[in-house]
Structure formats: C-alpha cells, structure tokens
C-alpha cells in the first residue's frame, strides 16, 4: 500500500481565517514534505520533515507553520493568507533511509485551496 | 538555465500512437530519475523510477536514461485516451545524511490522446 491520504480535499477560507490542511501515511516512512504546485507548473517544495524533525523550510511565509505531531501525521496550519496562496497543497512521504540512495516520494491527492 | 527542461506542451497524439516524453538536466550529480503522472486536479502518481543510465520497462512503459547525454525519456505505447495526463521529470542525487531527498521537477508535459 502506498497511499498517502490529505483533508479536506477542498478548502475555501478568508484572509483572517485561521485553518490546518493534514496529512497520513502509515507505510511507516520517516521522511514527509509538503509541496505547494499552481497550476500548470511542476510542485514546489515548502518543508521536509526528517525523522519528525524539520530538515528543509524553503524560505516559506511565516503565515504557514508546518507541524509533525508524530511519524504518521503532518500538519499545515494556515493563518493570514493571501489570494496569491491559493494553490494545490500537496503532501509525501518516503522512506527516509540513509542507505547512500535516493527514495522514493509518494504524493496524497492534495488539498485544493482557495483564499478570498 | 534551469536545472531540468522540459517541453511543457500541449502534445496531442491519435489512441495507439508511440508517445516519447522527454527532459534534460545539468547538474551531473543527478543519479535517480523518476517520471510522475499527475490527471487534473490530482496529485502526482510514481509511474517509474530509474537509477543510473539504462533503460526499465513496466508494461507500456519504458524509461531511458542517457546520463553522458544528461537526456532522460519517457515512451509510452499503444497509447489510450486514458494516460492523458500531464507527465513529470523529477531527479535528485543521493540521499541527504538527514534521511530526506530533494526532488527537481520539470515543467511537466500536457499530453492528449485522442480516439
């Protein structure tokens, strides 16, 4: 099984609105990233969670705080976006090993986000 | 330059007809080459994923690597209307030690197959 699972799937909010988009693995990987993609253009990397652990924030808005509550779940609390951030939000995972080889990533369905 | 190009289309193809996809690279470092199918409104699907140069086949599908030519490609055969959908690049090099990898996307490819 290698099925990674986001909520909602859709998500409407204002500029004052404060809201969290989740995500769920349970193929027992230890690396999870979110991604942000617009439309018509590739994914772009937000965060890298390592081992629950923030590896990599790409210079992402403080309006959007990651969470990793434990090695299954992911977390992006949102508060104070602009219409600019509407977006498909995309959640992965891998594996995470340190093997010296790369692992593959495996993308939920996202969440698809619009801010008024 | 960007770090992988890819021709993002439209490409509009009839059902049954041989479809090559392909990107290019610059970074020498990248080992692992993978291709993403991603339909409308839905998140990117791991469809192959390859080490090295070389090539793998997975049913209709066959990936190429050409890594003296940094050139990777996608074919797909006997095309349905169903693999309409837009086709990602993505590599990366090793592993960080952190346990993470960073993927580069390309563009991505529109493709159309049409009865």
């Known amino acids: 099984d290698t099925e990674v699972t986001q909520t909602p799937k859709h998500l409407v909010m204002g500029m004052t609105n404060k809201k969290s988009l989740k995500c769920e693995q349970h193929m027992g990987h230890r690396a999870m990233y979110w991604y942000k993609q617009k439309a018509k253009k590739p994914p772009e990397l937000m965060f890298v969670y390592s081992y629950e652990k923030l590896s990599i924030n790409e210079s992402v808005p403080s309006r959007f705080s990651p969470e990793c509550p434990n090695s299954s779940l992911l977390n992006l609390h949102l508060h104070a976006l602009q219409p600019e951030d509407s977006a498909l939000y995309l959640c992965?995972?891998?594996?995470?090993?340190?093997?010296?080889?790369?692992?593959?990533?495996?993308f939920g369905p996202g969440t698809r986000l619009t801010v008024l | 330059q960007k770090e992988v190009e890819q021709d993002p289309g439209p490409l509009s193809v009839p059902e049954g007809a041989i479809v090559s996809l392909n990107c290019t690279y610059s970074n020498s470092a990248f080992q692992y080459f993978m291709w993403y199918r991603q339909y409308s409104r839905k998140g990117p699907e791991l469809l192959m994923y390859t080490y090295s140069s070389g090539n793998k086949e997975d049913g209709r599908f066959t990936a190429q690597v050409d890594k003296s030519s940094k050139y990777i490609s996608l074919f797909i055969r006997d095309s349905q209307p169903s693999d309409s959908a837009t086709y990602l690049c993505a590599m990366s090099a090793s592993t960080f030690s952190g346990g993470y990898n960073k993927l580069i996307f390309g563009a991505g490819t529109r493709l159309a197959v049409h009865p």
């Open positions: 992965a995972s891998s594996q995470g090993k340190t093997s010296g080889k790369t692992d593959t990533q495996y």
